[in-house]
């Protein structure tokens, strides 16, 4: 289910959502994360809808970040949730057993309280400060994601600063994959910048 390379898409860069997308897709992205923390939640549905549809067709997973509503008004692949964002056994119960449901997680102790069964597969960080989230918690580095990843109950998404250089670091922590950011959203050509992440993912 979990594939290497997982964009999180960011209203603030450059590149438009979808264009930024589009070209996760093409690169061999196996996931696309809509987030968005300022738009209201009707914009918000209407371009994850328009998402959802452009990116059906290509194989690739759609998640909705945080908005539990609208990932079910839409029938959306995936939710992404955080730690303030409720409890992910209610949440699992409003969503149904058929979506995946992924959680941020930033420190060991969020484990503890995780019920087995309830989510999919959990996004810890951040590795390394990011500018692509003012607000992140104290970053974890490598040491700490592979300690998180040896106590999870499910597979592990590295998040937070990551960028070309890496992924070894990150497999060898033993993660299921990288989500990422500026590294795509900011790159000069987002499709190449996807492909080499993948490449170096598979070489690594």
């Not at 909705?64 to 609208?70: G, L, P, T």
Request: aromatic share 4%; proline share 6%; glycine share 12%.
């Amino acid at each position: 289910m979990i594939g290497a390379v997982y964009l999180v898409t960011e209203a603030e860069a450059g590149l438009p959502v979808m264009d930024q997308a589009l070209a996760a897709a093409r690169g061999g992205a196996w996931a696309v994360q809509l987030r968005d923390k300022h738009a209201p939640d009707a914009a918000f549905a209407a371009q994850a809808q328009v998402l959802q549809a452009m990116l059906r067709p290509l194989g690739v997973t759609f998640f909705v970040n945080d908005r539990v509503e609208i990932a079910c008004a839409i029938g959306a692949d995936g939710l992404h949730i955080g730690q303030g964002d409720g409890d992910p056994v209610r949440i699992r119960e409003r969503i149904g057993p058929g979506m995946i449901l992924g959680l941020s997680v930033e420190e060991e102790a969020h484990l503890a309280t995780l019920r087995p069964g309830v989510v999919d597969y959990l996004g810890v960080g951040p590795v390394r400060a990011t500018a692509s989230k003012p607000d992140h918690a104290a970053p974890i580095g490598f040491d700490g994601l592979r300690r998180i990843v040896a106590a999870a109950p499910c597979p592990v998404v590295a998040i937070g600063g990551v960028h070309a250089g890496d992924l070894a670091a990150v497999k060898a922590a033993g993660a299921a994959g990288v989500a990422v950011v500026s590294a795509i959203t900011r790159a000069p050509n987002a499709e190449a910048a996807t492909r080499a992440l993948l490449r170096e993912w598979e070489d690594a």
